[in-house]
């Protein structure tokens, strides 16, 4: 077969075309003709050019993107269209298919590599040169997909330089003792430990943090396994698997991070907590929580991002209704009194205490909080940290508070009857006093109270009010489409209120924005439970739930499946979303 001629895409040759197709206006089609290369611009591809000029896209009146034009061209030369998503990529694959030199020269990327294929990302539809090398050398067909160049250029660097870091130091490490593990065989003469300052170690750490941030993580584990040691990212709630580290480099890399939190890089044998402030790319600062736990295999390490622009949100950005923010408001307007904030680990409380607490410091008033660990170091607040190692826990803590003329207090959580003891003495003093519990929901809360052996009385006289809730994923707004409503699982969220079945709600559908995920970000539902003089008459040794229950729904109490449903209802979220955070309630 004859060997096809290479030919590159030419600045008027997209031109021309996008006239042609109806994409540009007469007016853009003449600006685009007299377009001139500034110096900087030399090495420009075409579509990147076009890109920067803001021309709108006269189907859609959208900006031309350099994803639309690519998608254009795709469409032009029948060839798949393809966005480079890093969280589906197996870098060390890809990397070992082709040199980084090839791959530049060319501007071409690998981005899947099956037994028989590989996938090869490419911004030139007419350029053919360079399959047969790849053909010859992997002994795999090659496939192409057309991507845009500028995603090639960004992503062929991160991921050369991430797979040059983890072998180079995989090689500077090779024959390091393995694993602090329970399975530790003998390994004579090679008890040489990773160096943790090491340039390559320093180089991958960099990389997962400021990866981190790109992808929006909450949390990231670094988790050690026999041979490897895996990297996960929490995105909106889902851990995602990011990549696969050799165990001895996964090791180097928990060593730099705890040596950058300050913790004891020699003890591998207990959990240790730090903290570590970073700036994410955009230049913004970033805490991060930093907890290990020893496992079988090794130290397993969990950073908790903590964004302040994310921690610290307007009420309505929080996902609350306009009657939700009435209650919590007048809760939490008070003087004295304590308000409880209830649901598990990961359900937005520490978010919604920030949040209100930074609303509530006045340079009137004085806000001290104790807390275990400092969530984020927030200047508004005198903050504490519970110090078990020298006997500072929550009771003691909110009792050396209290000297310190304190108006309003948060207290981490309530885990005992000490602590709920002296919160409720701090409420009945003149304090406003915020804290959490861990329960289902609202008027669980008052069982808890009670199981912990704190008396009725005193549950009537201090508490203002609780509020349980849960994250619910929320739909791309770029993306998402209509559904017709499933009646079935309409009346099973709504139960027992009679809620008119919306016509139409949305469902995910998936796209560039949201790494086709069909969901964006997270926002609460919220079960807000004021304890008025009808309900606290109801609290005594022998409360009822289902009665507690009933008559807080009766005051206008809204459960958290139907807060959730009201949100399906506002094409903000789905059913299924709801129906997974969100648990049954009996009537």
Same mark, same amino acid.
């Given at each position: 077969?004859?060997?096809?001629?290479?030919?590159?895409?030419?600045?008027?040759?997209?031109?021309?075309?996008?006239?042609?197709?109806?994409?540009?206006?007469?007016?853009?089609?003449?600006?685009?003709?007299?377009?001139?290369?500034?110096?900087?611009?030399?090495?420009?591809?075409?579509?990147?050019?076009?890109?920067?000029?803001?021309?709108?896209?006269?189907?859609?009146?959208?900006?031309?993107?350099?994803?639309?034009?690519?998608?254009?061209?795709?469409?032009?030369?029948?060839?798949?269209?393809?966005?480079?998503?890093?969280?589906?990529?197996?870098?060390?694959?890809?990397?070992?298919?082709?040199?980084?030199?090839?791959?530049?020269?060319?501007?071409?990327?690998?981005?899947? @590599?099956?037994?028989?294929?590989?996938?090869?990302?490419?911004?030139?539809?007419?350029?053919?040169?360079?399959?047969?090398?790849?053909?010859?050398?992997?002994?795999?067909? @090659?496939?192409?997909?057309?991507?845009?160049?500028?995603?090639?250029?960004?992503?062929? @660097?991160?991921?050369?330089?991430?797979?040059?870091?983890?072998?180079?130091?995989?090689?500077?490490?090779?024959?390091?003792?393995?694993?602090?593990?329970?399975?530790?065989?003998?390994?004579?003469?090679?008890?040489?430990?990773?160096?943790?300052?090491?340039?390559?170690?320093?180089?991958?750490?960099?990389?997962?943090?400021?990866?981190?941030?790109?992808?929006?993580?909450?949390?990231?584990?670094?988790?050690?396994?026999?041979?490897?040691?895996? %990297?996960?990212?929490?995105?909106?709630?889902?851990?995602?698997?990011?990549?696969?580290?050799?165990?001895?480099?996964?090791?180097? %890399?928990?060593?730099?991070?705890?040596?950058?939190?300050?913790?004891?890089?020699?003890?591998?044998?207990?959990?240790?907590?730090?903290?570590?402030?970073?700036?994410?790319?955009?230049?913004?600062?970033?805490?991060?929580?930093?907890?290990?736990?020893?496992?079988?295999?090794?130290?397993?390490?969990?950073?908790?991002?903590?964004?302040?622009? %994310?921690?610290?949100?307007?009420?309505?950005?929080?996902?609350?209704?306009?009657?939700?923010?009435?209650?919590?408001?007048?809760?939490?307007?008070?003087?004295?009194?304590? %308000?409880?904030?209830?649901?598990?680990?990961?359900?937005?409380?520490?978010?919604?205490?920030?949040?209100?607490?930074?609303?509530?410091?006045?340079?009137?008033?004085?806000?001290?909080?104790?807390?275990?660990?400092?969530?984020?170091?927030?200047?508004?607040?005198?903050?504490?940290?519970?110090?078990?190692?020298?006997?500072?826990?929550?009771?003691?803590?909110?009792?050396?508070?209290?000297?310190?003329?304190?108006?309003?207090?948060?207290?981490?959580?309530?885990?005992?009857?000490?602590?709920?003891?002296?919160?409720?003495?701090?409420?009945?003093?003149?304090?406003?006093?915020?804290?959490?519990?861990?329960?289902?929901?609202?008027?669980?809360?008052?069982?808890?109270?009670?199981?912990?052996?704190?008396?009725?009385?005193?549950?009537?006289?201090? @508490?203002?009010?609780?509020?349980?809730?849960?994250?619910?994923?929320?739909?791309?707004?770029?993306?998402?489409?209509?559904?017709?409503?499933?009646?079935?699982?309409?009346?099973?969220?709504?139960?027992?209120?009679?809620?008119?079945?919306?016509?139409?709600?949305?469902?995910?559908?998936?796209?560039?924005?949201?790494?086709?995920?069909?969901?964006?970000?997270?926002?609460?539902?919220?079960?807000?439970?004021?304890?008025?003089?009808?309900?606290?008459?109801?609290?005594?040794?022998?409360?009822?739930?289902?009665?507690?229950?009933?008559?807080?729904?009766?005051?206008?109490?809204?459960?958290?499946?139907?807060?959730?449903?009201?949100?399906?209802?506002?094409?903000?979220?789905?059913?299924?979303?709801?129906?997974?955070?969100?648990?049954?309630?009996?009537?």
């Amino acid at each position: 077969m004859q060997a096809q001629a290479d030919r590159f895409t030419t600045l008027s040759t997209l031109i021309e075309g996008l006239r042609r197709d109806g994409v540009l206006s007469e007016e853009d089609y003449q600006a685009g003709l007299s377009i001139r290369r500034s110096s900087d611009e030399a090495e420009l591809h075409p579509l990147t050019l076009i890109a920067r000029q803001g021309f709108s896209d006269q189907r859609s009146t959208k900006l031309l993107t350099e994803d639309t034009l690519t998608e254009w061209l795709a469409e032009q030369h029948k060839l798949p269209y393809f966005h480079i998503d890093p969280l589906e990529v197996d870098v060390a694959t890809i990397t070992d298919v082709m040199s980084y030199a090839f791959a530049e020269r060319h501007r071409i990327l690998p981005v899947k @590599v099956t037994a028989d294929e590989v996938v090869v990302a490419c911004a030139e539809p007419e350029v053919f040169g360079w399959i047969s090398n790849i053909e010859h050398v992997s002994r795999r067909q @090659v496939s192409r997909v057309l991507t845009p160049p500028s995603d090639i250029e960004r992503h062929r @660097v991160e991921f050369y330089q991430l797979a040059n870091s983890v072998s180079r130091a995989r090689q500077a490490h090779k024959g390091a003792s393995g694993v602090q593990n329970l399975e530790s065989m003998l390994e004579l003469g090679k008890a040489r430990a990773p160096d943790a300052n090491d340039e390559h170690i320093v180089n991958i750490v960099d990389w997962l943090l400021q990866y981190a941030f790109d992808q929006r993580a909450s949390d990231i584990h670094l988790e050690p396994r026999r041979e490897i040691g895996h %990297v996960r990212f929490r995105i909106d709630g889902v851990l995602h698997t990011v990549y696969e580290l050799p165990a001895q480099v996964a090791m180097a %890399v928990v060593a730099r991070i705890k040596s950058l939190g300050r913790m004891n890089i020699a003890e591998k044998r207990k959990p240790q907590d730090g903290r570590l402030k970073t700036k994410t790319p955009a230049g913004s600062e970033v805490e991060l929580r930093l907890s290990t736990l020893p496992t079988a295999f090794g130290e397993k390490l969990v950073m908790r991002v903590f964004d302040p622009q %994310v921690l610290v949100r307007s009420f309505s950005e929080l996902g609350f209704s306009r009657e939700d923010n009435r209650r919590w408001q007048a809760m939490t307007e008070n003087n004295h009194g304590i %308000v409880f904030v209830t649901g598990p680990t990961g359900s937005g409380k520490t978010t919604t205490l920030y949040s209100t607490l930074k609303q509530l410091a006045t340079p009137e008033v004085n806000v001290s909080t104790i807390e275990d660990p400092i969530e984020m170091v927030e200047p508004a607040f005198n903050q504490m940290q519970v110090q078990h190692n020298i006997e500072l826990d929550f009771a003691s803590g909110v009792r050396a508070l209290l000297r310190q003329d304190p108006d309003i207090i948060m207290v981490g959580e309530v885990r005992d009857l000490e602590t709920a003891e002296i919160a409720v003495q701090a409420a009945l003093t003149g304090h406003l006093v915020l804290s959490t519990l861990h329960t289902n929901d609202a008027p669980s809360a008052v069982t808890r109270l009670l199981e912990l052996g704190l008396p009725p009385y005193l549950i009537r006289s201090s @508490v203002l009010g609780i509020m349980a809730q849960r994250l619910v994923r929320t739909l791309c707004p770029h993306c998402k489409t209509p559904h017709k409503v499933d009646e079935d699982a309409w009346k099973q969220l709504t139960t027992p209120w009679l809620v008119k079945t919306p016509d139409t709600i949305y469902g995910p559908k998936g796209c560039l924005e949201c790494r086709d995920t069909g969901y964006m970000g997270r926002m609460g539902i919220y079960e807000v439970m004021p304890l008025s003089d009808s309900l606290m008459g109801q609290i005594d040794d022998n409360t009822d739930l289902l009665k507690l229950r009933q008559a807080a729904m009766k005051e206008g109490m809204h459960s958290l499946r139907l807060s959730g449903a009201h949100k399906v209802a506002a094409g903000m979220t789905t059913i299924a979303e709801v129906m997974r955070v969100a648990p049954l309630s009996k009537f």
